[in-house]
């Protein structure tokens, strides 16, 4: 018989266990209510809770040069506004009169600020009177740290605000500005190496985010920050202050012979490295309102041009290799204009008697027609073949908007372009193709890819160097050492022999006239595009320099490159201590047999 006092406790306990039930039982309904019956829109809601944050700006990297001067940075600049309403509420607060009165704190802001205090007075009071409760009067844009520093130490934040941002600056302004390039006004890089580097460059934007609640309030420990990345450092191959003298040279030489341009290029033999890239016209990418949206870019890299005789010295190459001549002889006979059988007509430069020219000859007075009759002792494949180990139709270095130079093939070759190909006509390559050509003869036949980029190093300290350029052997060594022979007898024994003599130095020369098509199928009447290329010292090689201009007026012929050509090259010699000749020149060539 089951008594009171044992029914008590065990009827608590059946209630208890119920209760206990019953409080499972409504969470289990309430998991599956927002689990399975309303997921949906429970998610939706998590949702608003993750949606705060904000995004942190990396800065893009910098350009700097092989010494490691500065060409391109970003820097954080101030852009000022004032409220007029607060300058006149703070100056009408007889209570709590401003320390530093308008008065005085505009003078003050306008020394700051570079601009002059009567006429910012008067814009405020302008901007007052038209509107007494006014809230924006810009100030001025691009304050630097220093301006903003002393402007914020004035106390007067209540009324003067400045909103940070980055802007690119170039210290350097116009020097290898056509080889840096710029930003747009959205910071997105145009040309040059800003574009050509863009992933060593480029930083990456940081986040901070978060969850809040109603009311936007941070949930606590829900913060979370990725760091901004900057952008890496970019080292280019060049020389600052070489490509500085190059550029007042070469303008200045141009602007001499009335021509509408000029470029040097400066390369070092044994790397393939690019030492300097001058141009004239160029701008500043500081300021690209002051200068002719034609300057943007580099024509070094981007304008095609037949480049007449240099070339020349490629057809040699050709002959002596696959015809067995040399440079004193077979000879050929050759007149100042001669038709040839197949009806083709080729003239040289300047009048003379039937000379029987020597290869070395040919290339020591530039005979077109002796080099059509000595090009035409190996087939037009091999020639073609020459042309392209040399570079022709291969960009150099991926530059934005490079030219590659065009190469028709033999098959399009007609009566004329079969004789004209062999002194650098029908074909067209750009003034570094040129220098990567004769880096190749002056490196004993081995053709280095040119380089402008030495290295990009992260913001964390990794250096990431260039790929090891390719090297090939192109020609055989005792070929290259035959070229470079015949191009010092140029130098020595040609017309411009006095004009591009560097004392203390062996060198070679070979100029180029090359015609400029006229858009039409022919070719500009009395004007040119004239260059000269040279290495030195012969007796060691070391720099190529390669100068050209663009339509000279008051010397149309490649002469014009002469005086341009001789303070290159002797700066360079200079700029990096090359010591002089000390193997005297072998004997003079004989141009005629």
């Avoid at 901007?127 to 001025?140: G, M, R, T, V």
């Avoid at 393939?272 to 300057?295: C, M």
């Avoid at 070395?360 to 005979?367: E, F, K, Q, V």
């Avoid at 035409?376 to 490079?402: K, N």
Wanted: net charge negative; proline share 6%.
């Amino acid at each position: 018989m089951t008594t009171r006092a044992t029914r008590s406790p065990r009827r608590r306990t059946v209630v208890a266990l119920a209760v206990i039930l019953s409080i499972l039982a409504a969470f289990i309904v309430r998991l599956v209510d927002i689990q399975v019956v309303n997921a949906d829109e429970h998610v939706n809601e998590s949702l608003n809770y993750l949606s705060g944050g904000k995004t942190i700006a990396g800065q893009r990297g910098t350009i700097v040069d092989a010494d490691g001067t500065v060409l391109a940075e970003s820097v954080t600049v101030y852009d000022a506004q004032l409220s007029p309403q607060v300058i006149r509420l703070t100056e009408e607060n007889e209570k709590n009169p401003p320390k530093l009165p308008w008065a005085e704190a505009s003078t003050r802001i306008a020394e700051i600020a570079g601009l002059d205090a009567d006429t910012l007075r008067a814009d405020v009071a302008a901007a007052l009177a038209e509107n007494p409760d006014s809230q924006y009067l810009f100030l001025k844009k691009g304050l630097t740290t220093e301006q903003y520093i002393e402007l914020k130490d004035l106390g007067v934040t209540s009324y003067l605000s400045m909103q940070p941002r980055e802007e690119r600056v170039y210290p350097n302004g116009a020097v290898a500005a056509n080889l840096v390039g710029y930003l747009n006004g959205a910071g997105d890089a145009q040309t040059g190496v800003e574009q050509m580097a863009q992933k060593c460059l480029a930083p990456t934007d940081g986040e901070i985010s978060y969850r809040s609640g109603e009311g936007g309030v941070v949930i606590p420990g829900s913060e979370r920050t990725v760091p901004a990345v900057d952008g890496g450092t970019v080292q280019l191959t060049i020389n600052s202050d070489l490509n500085w003298y190059l550029q007042q040279m070469i303008a200045e030489e141009a602007q001499i012979q009335g021509a509408q341009g000029g470029t040097v290029t400066v390369v070092e033999v044994k790397t393939g490295k690019i030492r300097a890239a001058a141009e004239w016209p160029t701008y500043d990418p500081n300021d690209l309102d002051a200068t002719d949206p034609n300057t943007w870019t580099s024509k070094l890299f981007s304008y095609p041009f037949e480049p007449g005789s240099t070339f020349k010295a490629i057809t040699a190459a050709a002959v002596m290799e696959n015809a067995g001549v040399t440079p004193t002889s077979p000879t050929v006979s050759a007149s100042s204009r001669e038709n040839f059988p197949n009806g083709a007509v080729i003239n040289d430069a300047f009048s003379h008697p039937t000379y029987n020219y020597t290869l070395a000859g040919a290339l020591i007075d530039s005979s077109n027609v002796a080099l059509s009759k000595f090009g035409t002792m190996v087939s037009p494949d091999v020639r073609y073949d020459y042309l392209q180990r040399f570079g022709v139709g291969t960009p150099t270095i991926g530059f934005p908007a490079e030219a590659s130079g065009d190469l028709h093939p033999t098959s399009d070759w007609d009566n004329q372009s079969l004789y004209t190909t062999t002194f650098g006509q029908y074909f067209t390559v750009t003034a570094p193709q040129v220098a990567g050509a004769y880096q190749a003869i002056a490196n004993g036949g081995e053709k280095i890819d040119l380089s402008l980029i030495e290295s990009c190093t992260d913001a964390d300290g990794t250096v990431h160097e260039s790929p090891a350029p390719e090297h090939e052997q192109i020609i055989q060594q005792s070929t290259a050492s035959d070229l470079m022979r015949m191009l010092e007898n140029v130098a020595v024994q040609g017309g411009n022999a006095e004009r591009i003599e560097v004392p203390g130095y062996r060198i070679t020369s070979k100029t180029g006239t090359a015609q400029i098509p006229d858009g039409n199928g022919g070719y500009k009447s009395g004007v040119y595009y004239t260059s000269m290329v040279g290495v030195a010292p012969v007796d060691d090689p070391q720099y190529v320099v390669m100068v050209t201009l663009d339509q000279p007026t008051r010397v149309t012929s490649s002469a014009a490159t002469a005086t341009a050509f001789q303070k290159a090259m002797t700066q360079v010699l200079k700029t990096y201590r090359v010591q002089p000749s000390t193997v005297p020149m072998d004997d003079l060539l004989p141009k005629f047999n």
